[in-house]
C-alpha cells in the first residue's frame, strides 16, 4: 500500500513540474469548513494547495493571477463515465467499457476480475472536452452490457490531467446493476439476481469449490473476496424495494455500498441516511422510464440532502457530455437544493463516497490542488471554466472541439 | 411557395375542386368522379378545441416578443385566446385577470421541432416502442401521430419547462420514416385534440449512420451512404412517376368534362363514354407527393456537413423543399449553405460524440448556424429531458456564442425556440410571437429564461393557464401515473 503511494506520488512530481501559483482576489469556494471566502488568495506549490487566506504575499517563483472576484471552485467530479475508455459509443472498435461473454444461461459466467481501468486512454479527445469545462476526475465505470453480466466488473477513479497512470489510489469499486432492466442477465427475474449473487458469495468463501457451473474463476473469486471484506460496491438500482435490499445485502456480507441511480431513493432517505449509504444521481431524472423508477422526480436530491444522505451527481452512459453535470447541479438547486450542497455533491461529496477526500474534493491546505477559476456561477449553464488547473498545473484551454471552433469561425468552410 | 401547394392540392384532390354539378344522364358517373378524391382533405382532423380563456393582463414584466424585441416593463394582454396588445402600461379590460409580474420574464410559448413523446413515452416499455415502423427503408406511408399514446407523462413535464407546442417524428430507422404531426401541448385523450389545427405535417427523413446500420445490419440495402441517396432518389423518383399517372387523369377527366358537357349542349343522345379510371392510390407514394408539392414539410435527420449538402441537392432534383436538417451537428461548417437555400438547423447546445458522425460537434453550432444573414437556429431536445429546459439549450448556446465575440442578445436567442420552430413547422402565422392576433401561447418564467436556475411559472395555450407552479394540486397528470405510489413528477 504504502509502496503504491510512492509510485503515484512520483508519477505526479515529473507533471507538476513544481509549479508555484498565486492565485488572488478570487471568491473562493472551500466546500470546507470555512465556507465561501470573498477576497481570498489561494497558493499553489508543488501541485498541493500550500494555504488558503487572504492577503498572502506571492513566493519569489510564483506565478500571479488576478482573479478579479471570480469565483475559485475545487476541480469538478465527472460522473461515472468512460472517459478515456470509449472514443465513439457505438463504434465496437472503441468502446471498451464492458465485457460481453454472450454465455448462456445455464453456463453463467461472471468476471469480477475485469477491471475497465484498463482501458483508459489519457491521450483520448474526450480528455480535454471534459476537462477544459472544470472536470478535473471522473469514475470510470464498467458497464452491463446486452449479452454481457449484472455485475459489470471494477472501476476507479481517474484524474484528467492527461498522465498514463491516473488512477487514483483507494478508489476502486466493484459494480453491480440490478432491477428489471438487467433481468436479461439473470434468467429473467430480478429475484435472480439474488439467487446468482449469493451463488457467487458462497464460491468466494470456498475457494476451493469444484463444479463444473461455477460463476467464478478463481481471480474472479479472490476480486470479490476483497470486497466483501469491507470493499466498495456500487449498486446500480432504482427501485425502493430493492435499495431496501441492497442495504440489508450489504450489511449482511460486509461491504460498502454507494447506490448508483436511485430514482426512488427518496422514499428510503431515512434507511439510507440511518446506514450511510450515499446515493449518486441524476437530478434531472423525473420520468418514470422503467416501472423501477415509478417514483422519479426532480426534488429527488433535495430531500435526499434534508434527510442526511450523502449525495454526489452523476449521468449514466454518457461520457462525451460529462459537462453537463453541472447542469444537474443547478437544477437540482432550482428544486430545493442549497447551493453549497449542490457544489458539495460535485466536488467534496464525491470524493468522501470514493475515499479520496483527505486529497481531493476541497479548497484547504494540504488537498491537491485541482482548482477551476470560472467566469460565473459555477452551476449556472451560461458560466464557463476561465482556467483549471490539475495537480497545480493549469491545463491547457484546448480541446479538439475547440480547434473546430476556431477553424470554421475564421471561415475556413471552403464551399 | 402558396401558389404551388395550391395548383399540386388541385392535382392530387380533382374531386374535390371538380367542376360544376353534373346533370342529366352523366349524373351517376360524374358522382362517382367525385367521390374519388385521392387523399380527402383531413381524415384524421383535429378535434382541439382551445378553451374560454379568461382575458387576462400579465404586467410589468420583461418580455422577449420572438420577434427579435425585447421589452423592459412591459405588459402582455390575452383576449379571447388571442394576443391583443405588448406593450406598457396596457390598462386592463373590466373583469381581466391582472397578473403581477415584475420581476418576471415572459416570452411565447415553446416549440419543439423534434420530439419523440407519445410514440417512445415513458415508461419505455416494449409495448410502447411506437416511433420506428422499421421493416422497410421507405415507410413514407405511416404516420407518427397514429402511434402517439396521448399518456405519455412527459408532455406533462414538457410542459412545466414551457413547452407549447411540439413536431412528433418518427424515428430516424428509416430513409424515409413517415409523417410527422404537430401537437398543441394540452392534456387530452386523444391525440386528435391535440393536434395544432391548421399546421402542415411534417416528413421525417434520415440520412447517415442509422438507416444503413439498421438494413444493412439485416443484408438489406442500404448498407452505404450511397444505397441511402439511391433509396431516396428511387422512392421520389417513383412519386414524380405517381403525381404524374394523377396529373394525367386530371386532364382526362376535364376531358371527360369538356365532351360530356358538349353532348349536353347537342342534346346528343347516343350513350357516355366511360369515365376516366384513377390511379390506384399509393400511401408511400401520396406522402412523398404531398412533400413535392409543399403540403408536406421536409424535416431530415442528418449530421455531417457533406450528406446535408448531398441533401440539398437531392431537394433541388426532385424539386422539394427542405425545412429543417435535424441534429445538425456539422451545420457550423456550412452555415452560409444552409441560409442560402433558407433550411433551419435544428440542433442540440452541447450533445456530441455517441456515432462517428457526431464526432464533430462543437457548443458554438446553434450561434454560428444563426450567424448569417438568414440564417435559422433552432434548439431541438429529440429527448423528453432536453424537452424539459430547451430554455436551459438556449442559454448554453447563446453563451457559448458570446464567448468567442457573437454578441447574441436574449431576445435573438429567444427566436431559437419559438419563431424560429414555428417557421419550420409552417405554424408561423399562428404562434410564435408576441404579436397581436396570434395564439396566446405565453410563458411566464421566475427570472430570465436563459438560466439553469430559471422556472416556467405559468404557461398559457391559447390564452388558457394550461400550468400554473404555484397552484399544481389541480395540473392534469397521465392516467398512466393515477394510482402509483410517489409517482409523478413534482413540478
Known amino acids: ?415 | 411557395m402558396r401558389k404551388i401547394r395550391t395548383l399540386l392540392c388541385c392535382a392530387l384532390l380533382i374531386g374535390a375542386c371538380a367542376s360544376p354539378p353534373p346533370q342529366n344522364n352523366q349524373q351517376d358517373k360524374q358522382a362517382e368522379l367525385v367521390a374519388v378524391p385521392p387523399e380527402p382533405l383531413n381524415p384524421y382532423p383535429s378535434t382541439y378545441r382551445a378553451g374560454t380563456a379568461t382575458t387576462t393582463l400579465i404586467r410589468g414584466a420583461t418580455v422577449l416578443t420572438g420577434t427579435g424585441a425585447r421589452l423592459d416593463n412591459a405588459d402582455v394582454l390575452i383576449a379571447n385566446g388571442k394576443i391583443e396588445a405588448v406593450g406598457p402600461n396596457l390598462s386592463a379590460p373590466a373583469g381581466a385577470r391582472v397578473i403581477d409580474a415584475s420581476g418576471r420574464w415572459v416570452t411565447p410559448g415553446l416549440i419543439d421541432v423534434h420530439s419523440h413523446l407519445g410514440v417512445y413515452p415513458s415508461p419505455g416499455v416494449n409495448a410502447h416502442s411506437d416511433g420506428n415502423e422499421a421493416t422497410d427503408p421507405v415507410t413514407a406511408n405511416v404516420w407518427s401521430e397514429h402511434g402517439i399514446w396521448p399518456q405519455d407523462p412527459g408532455f406533462q413535464t414538457a410542459l412545466e419547462g414551457g413547452i407549447t407546442s411540439l413536431q412528433i417524428l418518427p424515428g430516424s430507422a428509416n430513409l424515409i420514416g413517415g409523417r410527422a404531426v404537430t401537437l398543441k401541448n394540452v392534456p387530452a385523450t386523444t391525440y386528435q385534440a391535440m393536434k395544432f389545427p391548421n399546421a402542415p405535417q411534417g416528413l421525417k427523413m434520415a440520412c447517415g449512420e442509422n438507416p444503413k446500420r439498421v438494413y444493412g445490419g439485416q443484408m438489406r440495402a442500404p448498407s452505404t451512404r450511397m444505397g441511402n441517396v439511391a433509396g431516396y432518389r428511387q422512392a421520389f423518383a417513383d412519386a414524380q412517376d405517381y403525381r404524374e399517372q394523377w396529373r394525367k387523369y386530371e386532364r382526362d377527366v376535364a376531358e371527360y368534362q369538356k365532351k360530356g358537357a358538349e353532348k349536353k349542349d347537342k342534346k346528343d343522345s347516343e350513350e357516355a363514354d366511360e369515365p376516366p379510371v384513377p390511379p390506384k392510390r399509393d400511401l408511400k407514394l401520396e406522402t412523398l407527393a404531398g412533400a413535392m408539392n409543399g403540403d408536406i414539410r421536409v424535416h431530415i435527420h442528418c449530421y455531417r456537413s457533406d450528406e446535408m449538402a448531398i441533401m440539398v441537392d437531392l431537394s433541388k432534383e426532385f424539386g422539394f423543399k427542405i425545412s429543417a436538417f435535424h441534429h445538425a451537428i456539422e451545420a457550423y461548417k456550412i452555415a452560409d449553405l444552409l441560409a442560402a437555400n433558407g433550411v433551419c438547423g435544428a440542433e442540440w447546445a452541447d450533445w456530441w460524440g455517441s456515432k462517428m458522425e457526431m464526432f464533430d460537434g462543437i457548443q458554438e453550432n446553434i450561434a454560428l448556424t444563426d450567424l448569417p444573414q438568414g440564417g435559422c437556429a433552432i434548439v431541438h431536445s429529440d429527448s423528453d429531458e432536453g424537452i424539459q429546459r430547451l430554455n436551459q439549450e438556449a442559454g448554453k448556446a447563446m453563451s457559448r456564442g458570446n464567448r468567442v465575440g457573437l454578441n447574441i442578445a436574449p431576445e435573438r436567442a429567444i427566436r431559437w425556440l419559438t419563431a424560429n420552430p414555428a417557421r419550420a413547422l409552417g405554424i408561423d402565422q399562428f404562434t410564435g410571437t408576441l404579436e397581436q392576433g396570434k395564439m396566446a401561447d405565453v410563458v411566464i418564467w421566475n427570472g430570465t429564461p436563459f438560466s439553469v436556475y430559471a422556472l416556467a411559472e405559468q404557461v398559457f395555450v391559447d390564452g388558457q393557464l394550461e400550468f400554473d407552479r404555484a397552484n399544481p394540486s389541480p395540473q392534469p397528470r397521465s392516467d398512466f401515473l393515477l394510482g402509483q405510489p410517489g409517482a409523478g413528477a413534482q413540478p
Open chain 1, 1 to 415: 500500500m504504502r509502496k503504491l503511494i510512492a509510485i503515484a506520488l512520483l508519477g505526479c512530481a515529473t507533471l507538476a513540474n513544481a509549479q508555484t501559483v498565486l492565485i488572488r482576489g478570487a471568491t473562493v469556494h472551500t466546500v470546507g469548513e470555512q465556507g465561501v471566502l470573498t477576497n481570498a488568495d489561494v497558493l499553489i506549490r508543488d501541485g498541493k494547495i500550500a494555504a488558503v487566506g487572504s492577503g498572502l504575499s506571492a513566493p519569489a517563483d510564483a506565478t500571479t493571477v488576478d482573479a478579479k472576484g471570480r469565483a475559485l471552485t475545487p476541480g469538478l467530479f465527472g460522473g461515472l463515465s468512460a472517459i478515456g475508455v470509449e472514443e465513439v459509443s457505438l463504434e465496437p472498435t472503441t468502446a471498451d467499457a464492458g465485457i460481453i461473454l454472450n454465455a448462456p444461461p445455464f453456463e453463467m459466467q461472471w468476471r469480477p476480475e475485469f477491471d475497465v481501468t484498463a482501458a483508459y486512454n489519457p491521450r483520448s479527445v474526450l480528455v480535454p472536452v471534459a476537462r477544459v469545462e472544470g472536470l478535473t476526475w471522473t469514475v470510470l465505470a464498467p458497464a452491463s452490457a446486452e449479452g454481457g453480466t449484472f455485475v459489470a466488473g471494477q472501476g476507479a477513479a481517474v484524474t484528467l490531467d492527461g498522465r498514463y497512470d491516473a488512477v487514483l489510489t483507494g478508489s476502486r469499486s466493484l459494480f453491480i446493476n440490478l432491477g428489471g432492466n438487467a433481468n436479461g442477465m439473470s434468467a429473467g427475474s430480478r429475484a435472480g439476481q439474488w439467487m446468482l449473487l449469493d451463488q457467487a458469495i458462497r464460491e468466494t468463501r470456498s475457494p476451493n469449490a469444484q463444479d463444473e457451473h461455477l460463476l467464478l474463476h478463481p481471480a474472479g473469486r479472490e476480486a470479490l473476496a476483497k470486497y466483501l471484506a469491507g470493499g466498495r460496491v456500487v449498486f446500480g438500482v432504482a427501485r425502493a424495494a430493492e435499495i431496501r435490499r441492497v442495504i440489508a445485502f450489504a450489511k449482511r456480507y460486509g461491504m460498502k455500498p454507494v447506490i448508483a441511480g436511485g430514482a426512488e431513493a427518496w422514499v428510503v432517505a431515512d434507511e439510507l441516511a440511518r446506514e450511510k449509504v450515499p446515493v449518486l444521481l441524476d437530478a434531472l431524472e423525473n420520468l418514470p422510464y422503467s416501472f423501477d423508477g415509478i417514483g422519479a422526480r426532480l426534488d429527488n436530491a433535495a430531500l435526499l440532502q434534508r434527510a442526511g444522505v450523502r449525495i454526489a451527481f452523476t449521468q449514466f452512459n454518457e461520457s462525451h457530455n460529462a459537462r453537463k453535470v453541472r447542469q444537474l447541479a443547478g437544477n437540482a438547486v432550482a428544486h430545493g437544493l442549497p447551493k453549497d450542497a449542490a457544489l458539495a455533491a460535485l466536488t467534496v461529496q464525491p470524493a468522501e463516497i470514493f475515499g479520496l477526500a483527505g486529497e481531493r474534493g476541497r479548497i484547504a491546505r494540504g488537498q491537491v490542488a485541482d482548482l477551476v477559476l470560472w467566469n460565473g456561477d459555477p452551476l449556472e449553464v451560461t458560466s464557463a471554466a476561465d482556467q483549471v488547473w490539475i495537480a497545480g498545473r493549469p491545463v491547457e484551454m484546448r480541446s479538439r472541439q475547440t480547434e473546430l471552433r476556431e477553424r470554421y469561425l475564421n471561415g475556413c468552410s471552403r464551399l
